[in-house]
């Protein structure tokens, strides 16, 4: 749940509580001041009903009175003169005062006066009494109800203009590119926000720092090797053109191996240098997937027919807006581990498929596979499955899978690993919405 509306909820919770409140506590304060109002109307009613110039006589004066809102009785001694119709004759025994009783089947307020000989009895239903607090609460409260849906507009409003900020702030983020480590140049009244900008840019200069150092040290280094290396391929060369002795032949061979793997790592230090999507989507152009696929393969087919493995390539062709040489590195790496790791006379497949806005590129094959553990690890850099004892025995830096994810997330592409129907290994990389016009 968002803050915006963790606040307003918390606000509106407040205020709805509040006049709960409000309403219990007026309503008490009501019924107070209403008993005491219709209290001194009773005794108003009784001293008027007291002073009236009654007769007596053989049969008393009886009121109907149907609605019964005020019910009386008017004594004489021991004699009735005068009383509401649904009150008996017998004379209602109640001490002088005020007393809560029931009365003619309902609980009533009783007032009884006397003076002289006289004494007046006067009832009132206590219903009347909630129903005048209930009305009073009523109109003072409603328009507070009424008004809860607008506040709760009001509200909403007011706390999304103080979290505005905020919002402006995520936005500004949200539009960074990678590579971007401005300082954020905003200046606020907010204290607040104040705080936050500041970390912030202090973890961009710090953020900024080690990705310079990391992408520069690798790649520079590798860069630097290439002009040794080179020289060491062609004396290794030299020599074992001279050499005729088979067992300095074999040790200069397999010098030659270890600079050639040598080589490798650093070619792909330096492919992995270059994988960086401000670099590539500005040259965006045209590429056939099936095209590229189709010149990779010819290009290690070497390779597969030396380990007498059988490759098909299968699905409809499809254009996406990229850049060759990366494709041509994705599809390459991946190419490149089936046929290490797809034993002699084993299968690959190669599938191309489309479907609404999404393209897919997927490979099979008839390897070992890997478990789950290894499908987290196989992107991180150096990691090889199985390290160098390999039931393959080939020869590798570890550093192919992490190329493929960044180019990948060059062209904001998905990757998936799973078992493979061949035995081995399914990998997936699918392209959605980066179809050319």
Same mark, same amino acid.
């Given at each position: 749940?968002?803050?915006?509306?963790?606040?307003?909820?918390?606000?509106?919770?407040?205020?709805?509580?509040?006049?709960?409140?409000?309403?219990?506590?007026?309503?008490?304060?009501?019924?107070? +001041?209403?008993? @005491?109002?219709?209290?001194?109307?009773?005794?108003?009613?009784?001293?008027?009903?007291?002073?009236?110039?009654?007769?007596?006589?053989?049969? &008393?004066?009886?009121?109907?009175?149907?609605?019964?809102?005020?019910?009386?009785?008017?004594?004489?001694?021991?004699?009735?003169?005068?009383?509401?119709?649904?009150?008996?004759?017998?004379?209602?025994?109640?001490?002088?005062?005020?007393?809560?009783?029931?009365?003619?089947?309902?609980?009533?307020?009783?007032?009884?006066?006397?003076?002289?000989?006289?004494?007046?009895?006067?009832?009132?239903?206590?219903?009347?009494?909630?129903?005048?607090?209930? &009305?009073?609460?009523?109109? #003072?409260?409603?328009?507070?109800?009424?008004?809860?849906?607008?506040?709760?507009?009001?509200?909403?409003?007011?706390?999304?203009?103080?979290?505005?900020?905020?919002?402006?702030?995520?936005?500004?983020?949200?539009?960074?590119?990678?590579?971007?480590?401005?300082?954020?140049?905003?200046?606020?009244?907010?204290?607040?926000?104040?705080?936050?900008?500041?970390?912030?840019?202090?973890?961009?200069?710090?953020?900024?720092?080690?990705?310079?150092?990391?992408?520069?040290?690798?790649?520079?280094?590798?860069?630097?090797?290439?002009?040794?290396?080179?020289?060491?391929?062609?004396?290794?060369?030299?020599?074992? @053109?001279?050499?005729?002795?088979?067992?300095? +032949?074999?040790?200069?061979?397999?010098?030659?191996?270890?600079?050639?793997?040598?080589?490798?790592?650093?070619?792909?230090?330096?492919?992995?240098?270059?994988?960086?999507?401000?670099?590539?989507?500005?040259?965006?152009?045209?590429?056939?997937?099936?095209?590229?696929?189709?010149?990779?393969?010819?290009?290690?087919?070497?390779?597969?027919?030396?380990?007498?493995?059988?490759?098909?390539?299968?699905?409809?062709?499809?254009?996406?807006?990229?850049?060759?040489?990366?494709?041509?590195?994705?599809?390459?790496?991946?190419?490149?581990?089936?046929?290490?790791?797809?034993?002699?006379?084993?299968?690959?497949?190669?599938?191309?498929?489309?479907?609404?806005?999404?393209?897919?590129?997927?490979?099979?094959?008839?390897?070992?596979?890997?478990?789950?553990?290894?499908?987290?690890?196989?992107?991180?850099?150096?990691?090889?499955?199985?390290?160098?004892? +390999?039931?393959?025995?080939?020869?590798?830096?570890?550093?192919?899978?992490?190329?493929?994810? +960044?180019?990948?997330?060059?062209?904001? #592409?998905?990757?998936?690993?799973?078992?493979?129907?061949?035995?081995?290994?399914?990998?997936?990389?699918?392209?959605?919405?980066?179809?050319?016009?």
């Amino acid at each position: 749940m968002s803050i915006r509306k963790r606040l307003t909820l918390i606000l509106l919770s407040m205020m709805v509580l509040t006049c709960f409140l409000a309403l219990v506590k007026g309503y008490q304060k009501s019924m107070h +001041h209403g008993e @005491s109002l219709l209290d001194d109307e009773l005794k108003i009613v009784a001293g008027v009903l007291i002073e009236q110039p009654l007769a007596l006589s053989t049969d &008393a004066v009886q009121v109907s009175n149907n609605s019964a809102q005020l019910l009386y009785q008017i004594w004489q001694n021991s004699n009735l003169l005068s009383g509401s119709s649904s009150l008996t004759n017998n004379q209602i025994s109640f001490s002088e005062g005020f007393q809560t009783a029931n009365v003619a089947g309902q609980r009533m307020r009783v007032f009884v006066m006397s003076k002289n000989t006289r004494k007046v009895i006067v009832a009132e239903p206590m219903a009347k009494r909630f129903e005048l607090a209930e &009305a009073v609460i009523l109109s #003072a409260m409603l328009p507070m109800l009424w008004a809860v849906p607008l506040l709760a507009i009001f509200i909403s409003f007011f706390v999304k203009y103080a979290l505005a900020p905020l919002t402006r702030l995520s936005k500004q983020l949200a539009s960074r590119q990678a590579n971007d480590f401005t300082p954020i140049n905003w200046q606020v009244t907010d204290e607040e926000i104040k705080p936050v900008i500041n970390r912030l840019n202090d973890l961009f200069k710090r953020v900024e720092t080690a990705y310079l150092r990391e992408r520069f040290f690798a790649s520079d280094a590798a860069h630097e090797l290439r002009t040794p290396l080179s020289s060491l391929k062609i004396n290794v060369h030299n020599l074992a @053109s001279k050499q005729s002795n088979s067992q300095n +032949h074999q040790e200069l061979q397999a010098m030659s191996q270890g600079i050639n793997r040598l080589s490798n790592i650093v070619e792909q230090m330096l492919i992995l240098g270059r994988t960086q999507p401000e670099q590539w989507q500005r040259q965006f152009s045209e590429q056939s997937l099936l095209a590229i696929t189709q010149q990779v393969v010819s290009e290690q087919y070497d390779k597969i027919d030396e380990k007498n493995q059988t490759i098909s390539l299968e699905g409809d062709d499809f254009v996406i807006n990229g850049d060759e040489f990366t494709l041509t590195t994705l599809i390459a790496n991946l190419l490149s581990n089936a046929i290490k790791y797809t034993p002699n006379n084993g299968q690959i497949i190669i599938k191309l498929a489309s479907s609404n806005n999404s393209y897919s590129w997927q490979i099979d094959d008839s390897g070992a596979g890997m478990t789950e553990e290894q499908k987290e690890r196989i992107f991180n850099r150096f990691y090889r499955v199985g390290g160098d004892q +390999h039931p393959s025995g080939e020869q590798g830096a570890g550093l192919g899978m992490a190329i493929v994810q +960044h180019i990948i997330a060059i062209y904001g #592409a998905s990757i998936h690993l799973a078992n493979s129907p061949l035995g081995g290994l399914t990998v997936k990389v699918t392209f959605t919405g980066v179809k050319s016009d």
